[in-house]
């Protein structure tokens, strides 16, 4: 959903969702998250701002390949 947001030129309620996500305590925010609002803040012009932090949550990928 937050993906979708700055998909469709909507960053800022990405970063606002993924805002909320961290306040509640049953929302697991993960590392493709972080890259999700990473790009919500590259589209809503907030990389100053915000981005800085979300790219400091990407560390090395938990992503598992199955060949």
Do not use: N, W
Not at 5 to 10: A, P, R
Not at 33 to 44: D, K, Q, R, S
Request: hydrophobic content about 40%; charged content about 30%; aromatic content about 6%.
């Amino acid at each position: 959903m937050i993906l979708g947001f700055s998909l469709h030129g909507k960053g800022e309620l990405g970063v606002e969702l993924s805002r909320r996500m961290e306040k509640d305590q049953r929302a697991e925010i993960d590392q493709l998250t972080c890259v999700a609002v990473l790009h919500c803040c590259t589209t809503a012009c907030m990389v100053d701002r915000e981005g800085k932090f979300y790219f400091k949550c990407i560390k090395e990928p938990k992503v598992a390949h199955i060949l």
